[in-house]
């Protein structure tokens, strides 16, 4: 039993040594730099270990992107075409949010040029008859639109209104074959008649004399007469006048200014008189900071209204 006894208290005087070696190193290093080149080069020797190790689960990995099964590949091919299309479709959404947003800002530098009370409509519908040339608005007898209002967009006036009820009301374009407008020539002051052709792109005018001084690029503004329409508004630009020695009249053509196949934000005009009883409108005779932020919350509203 003695030799057993004599092994067993060397052995445990080796660990016990051990022990307090492996406390001074850790205390070592611990507290002091010196055993730093050490770890380093037991880093160096311990890396290529860890590689081997590490051999598995790249062999695993290349094993799933290598025997990938035809299934897997096509339910992953469908879920990359979906998400192509979720984002071709945001993709159109932004197109046409910034398209929108452009018309909206060209809509208000029209309003602030004006000297009437305005209210921002939307366009909500169109006429199927392909020979009436109507539209309908999102404004009604509850946001004081009235019958002969004028209606305008960014780029010159579109008509007028016709029919109003409580919440929509339907526009007549100038280019409608039962519309006309009496205008003049910015250039001289030259009065005509301009009738609507039944075409979106063409106005003719009326029994304008031979002799008159009217050409190509004239610009044609609403003369006011008759009271229906207020002074001075972009009605078309003079596209063609031809003189035929054996008639007494010119024919002469014109191309509206205002864009009536596409326009869809447009302007109601009020004479300065109705603007106390019109809800919302903007009053653009006087100060000229105001029109943009009040336009801009009608504007917002009535889009926002329709979506």
Known sequence: MKPLFARGSSATSRAFLFILIAMALVVVGLYTDRLEPLREKLAQVV?????ITDVP??????????????????????????????????????ASLAAENVRLRQLLNASQMLQDTVLIAELIGVSPN??????IINRGTKDGAFKGQPVLDAF??????????????TVLLISDSTHAIPVQVNRNGVRAIAEGS??????????????????????????????????????????????????????VTAKPMARLDRSRHLLLVFEHRDQASVPGA??????????????????????????
């Open 47 to 51: 890396a290529p270990f860890y590689q």
């Open 282 to 307: 903007l009053d653009l005779s006087d100060d000229d900071d105001a029109p943009s932020s009040a336009a801009q919350s009608s504007a917002a509203s009535s889009a926002g209204g329709t979506n």
């Open 156 to 169: 010159g006036l579109m008509g007028q209104v016709i029919e109003v009820g409580e919440t929509s009301s």
């Open 198 to 251: 039944g075409d979106l792109n063409s106005l003719n005018l009326r029994h304008v004399s031979a002799n008159t001084d009217i050409r190509a690029g004239d610009l044609l503004v609403s003369s006011g007469m008759g009271e229906r329409f207020p002074v001075g508004y972009p009605v078309a630009e003079v596209l063609q006048v031809v003189r035929d020695p054996g008639k007494a009249f010119l024919t």
């Open 57 to 94: 689960s790249r062999v695993n990995d290349w094993r799933k992107d290598t025997f990938v099964s035809q299934a897997d590949l096509k339910l992953e091919n469908d879920a990359l075409k979906t998400e192509l299309l979720i984002h071709q479709r945001k993709l159109q959404q932004l």
């Open 130 to 135: 392909p020979l009436s040339h109507k539209v």
